[in-house]
């Protein structure tokens, strides 16, 4: 039950965004994310985003991964 | 879509499972993944086929429909049966089964239940039925308690007065805690569940390495992040040196989402919950503060009707050894004799995110 989709914010509207993924849009809650902007990823849970997906450190994770061998 | 597909690579997996056997220890290994999605996706991706057979996955109490109490779901039903009311619940809900009857049952007898996705879609039933009581059967664990939190707070803000919370919230470290103080219990390493640690962060588990000396690994729920983190507890275990790894970088810090903490914190207080199979766990559990009682439908709804709810569930059931670990689910007597699917007569075999309905499903070919 604690499923969470990563998805694209597209437009935030106070305390709302408009979130894609696989060509689903969204309204997803932002208030536990006051910082999110328009292009970042965010993992929705029950309508609400919970986290923000840094790229960065996604990239660190598929690094390592290629690096085990 | 973007960060699902990388962490689906097949060279990778392959790659991985290789890595994985190489550095499997002689003696057999058993991983508890704690978070029921974890589970789901373990067997879905096939992820139990490429694991060398010492290595085992025993499934934790991480599916909050099946540590939900009877007494929970029976209350759950009483309310749908009263028909001044209306019940919005998660689907998973729905087919539980209760004392005498189920949700669903319940729904084709003609009670108002309505499937919702968000805690939010509750809030606008109650806003589009203002003559009427809408009652939100809010189960979950930290992932899903500052949604709620958000929603009641919402509630207050707008006074909307026609919704109420029948809650049944719960903590993930208590339970581990409780599991590890089982000397039954022989677990070598906990899979941490990746959602629950967006909110509360990897330092909420740093006890276990600390006082039980068992490792811990946060893990995302793509095959990749499954088999890593699986990887990592096998490096621990292999090194004797445990602590608590994170593999799901990319959405889990050390402290979480602070703000989101401080969300439940303001809506809610830890109580000694109730877990089905475990009994009461020190502050395992989250009940609406005082202030906010009114929204309470336990507080503001009192059931009249006398339950005749049995305390352990239905007779023979193992629920509660599944959930400990203790047992895989075909040792369970009832298992896919008479608990399927179809008529599952406990919690892990209701939802998908159960071990028995995630054993049922997809290890059919070995019964």
Not at chain 2, 83 to 94: S, V, Y
């Amino acid at each position: 039950m604690c499923l969470a989709v990563p998805m694209k914010i597209k437009e935030i509207k106070k305390g709302f965004a408009r979130a894609e993924a696989g060509g689903i849009s969204r309204t997803v809650n932002i208030e536990m994310l006051p910082d999110i902007k328009k292009g970042d990823y965010v993992l929705v849970h029950a309508g609400f985003a919970i986290q923000k997906v840094d790229a960065r450190r996604a990239e660190e994770t598929l690094r390592m991964l290629d690096e085990i061998r | 879509m973007r960060y699902v597909e990388e962490f689906r690579s097949k060279n990778l997996i392959k790659r991985l499972a290789r890595k994985i056997e190489i550095s499997a220890p002689r003696q057999p290994v058993n991983i508890m993944e704690v978070c029921g999605t974890h589970t789901h996706n373990f067997f879905r991706f096939g992820l139990d086929k490429i694991l060398p057979a010492g290595i085992k996955l025993v499934s934790g109490p991480g599916c909050p429909v099946c540590v939900s109490t009877q007494e929970y779901i029976d209350k759950s039903i009483a309310y749908a049966r009263r028909r001044d009311l209306i019940i919005a619940t998660f689907g998973d809900m729905l087919r539980v089964p209760g004392t005498e009857s189920t949700l669903e049952k319940e729904r084709s007898s003609g009670a108002s239940i309505f499937t919702v996705y968000s805690p939010l879609d509750a809030l606008r039933l109650a806003l589009a039925n203002p003559s009427r009581k809408v009652v939100f059967l809010a189960v979950g664990f930290e992932t899903t308690a500052p949604a709620v939190a958000l929603t009641v707070l919402a509630a207050r803000r707008e006074g909307i007065r026609n919704i109420f919370f029948f809650t049944s919230l719960k903590l993930i470290p208590p339970a581990m805690d409780y599991i590890l103080r089982d000397r039954r219990v022989k677990v070598n390493g906990f899979l941490c569940p990746g959602h629950v640690s967006c909110i509360i962060g990897t330092k909420s588990y740093a006890f276990i390495p600390k006082r039980y000396k068992i490792g811990c690994c946060v893990a995302g729920f793509e095959p990749l992040d499954i088999l890593t983190g699986i990887y990592f507890l096998l490096q621990q275990i292999n090194r004797k040196r445990p602590q608590v790894a994170n593999q799901y970088l990319r959405a889990v810090t050390a402290s979480g989402n602070a703000r989101a903490q401080r969300i439940t914190r303001e809506a809610f207080s830890v109580y000694d919950a109730s877990w089905r199979g475990f009994g009461d766990i020190s502050g395992s559990g989250l009940i609406l503060k005082k202030s906010l009682r009114r929204f309470d439908a336990g507080d503001e709804l009192p059931l009249k009707i006398k339950l005749r709810t049995s305390p352990a569930g239905k007779e023979g059931c193992r629920c509660a050894d599944v959930l400990k670990g203790l047992i895989q689910p075909p040792q369970c007597r009832l298992f896919r004799r008479s608990c399927t699917p179809q008529t599952p007569l406990g919690g892990c075999m209701v939802s998908a995110e159960g071990a028995c309905h995630a054993y049922f499903r997809y290890r059919q070919s070995e019964f």
